[in-house]
């Protein structure tokens, strides 16, 4: 069993909350749009961390990680990427990998927009934490937290960050 924190969109903002909210978590996850490579080392230093960078990312971020992410975590088969869409959404490069290859979990991030969706066409989760930094149009800083066992996801968390002013 493992605790994951989930993370996208911090656009280089650093929030000592991370940490404190991370603290029971076993692995962090990012879901791309780091922003600098400080904010990635720092959640790097305190717990294991899974990263794919993002379309705001620059070229340091964008050699340390991959665009897309695909792994085995606790039996649960997981894919994640920034450019993701969502279930009846998809962006085509993910529409062509869960048509061929669904994973139980899907993870992405850009929209800003927090999503946990159930899709019952491809049999998978798809989880969007939304975003916890201070750059884009939404109005409440999110992470999403939940516990991965035998395959299976549970006991999600919404966190609220507070608003960006």
């Known amino acids: ?29 990012h879901a791309g749009d780091i922003g600098s490579v ?36 606790e039996g649960t088969d997981v894919l994640m990427t920034h450019i993701g869409g969502y279930p009846g959404r998809y962006d085509a490069h993910v529409r062509q990998i869960i048509s061929t290859n669904a994973p139980q979990l899907f993870i992405s991030g850009h929209s800003h927009i927090l999503k946990v969706m159930y899709d019952p066409k491809a049999h998978l989760l798809h989880i969007n934490p939304g ?23 549970s006991d999600l968390e919404v966190i609220e960050l507070g608003t960006k002013g």
């Open 131 to 153: 975003a916890a930094g201070l750059q884009g149009w939404h109005k409440v800083r999110t992470l999403v937290r939940f516990t991965l066992h035998e395959g299976l996801p």
């Open 38 to 73: 400080d904010v990635a080392e720092r959640l790097a230093a305190f717990r294991p961390f899974r990263a794919v960078c993002g379309n705001a990312d620059g070229g340091v971020l964008r050699k340390m990680y991959r665009p897309d992410l695909r792994f085995e975590c």
């Open 1 to 29: 069993m493992k605790r994951i924190g989930l993370l996208s969109d911090t656009h280089s903002h650093w929030d000592e909350r991370y940490l404190s909210y991370f603290e029971e978590c076993d692995e962090i996850w």
